[in-house]
Nanobody
């Protein structure tokens, strides 16, 4: 069964960078939109950045200019370059993908296990 595996989070000082990534554990027939959803304690999970298979990207206002999303379709991997991190960016970052598996008839939603990003002041 396909899984999304996130890694690359960690502890960083304010204004530092991190580059988490999320990869599908198996090859897929097709991967549609992929995105990153941080969830801080007591808050809802919300999209901060997404990308389509065609390469278009979108960002929440809070991360525009600071974050850049990219993907490698051949590797079914999505990256999030996070620069100028702030303490309020601290959260578990979950990746999401719309995936069509081999032999499947529709795209389904897949979630990664999350990677912790902690920004110290």
């Amino acid at each position: 069964q396909v899984q999304l595996v996130a890694s690359g989070g960690g502890l960083v000082q304010s204004r530092g960078p991190l580059r988490p990534l999320c990869a599908a554990s198996l090859s897929t027939f097709s991967t549609g939109t992929m995105g990153w959803y941080p969830q801080a304690p007591g808050k809802q999970r919300e999209l901060v950045s997404g990308t389509t298979s065609a390469g278009s990207m979108n960002y929440a206002d809070s991360v525009k200019v600071r974050f850049t999303i990219s993907r490698d379709n051949a590797k079914n991997t999505v990256y999030l370059q996070m620069n100028s991190l702030k303490p309020e960016d601290t959260a578990v970052y979950y990746c999401h993908g719309r995936i069509l598996i081999y032999g499947g008839s529709r795209y389904d939603n897949y979630w990664g296990q999350g990677t912790q990003v902690t920004v110290s002041s």
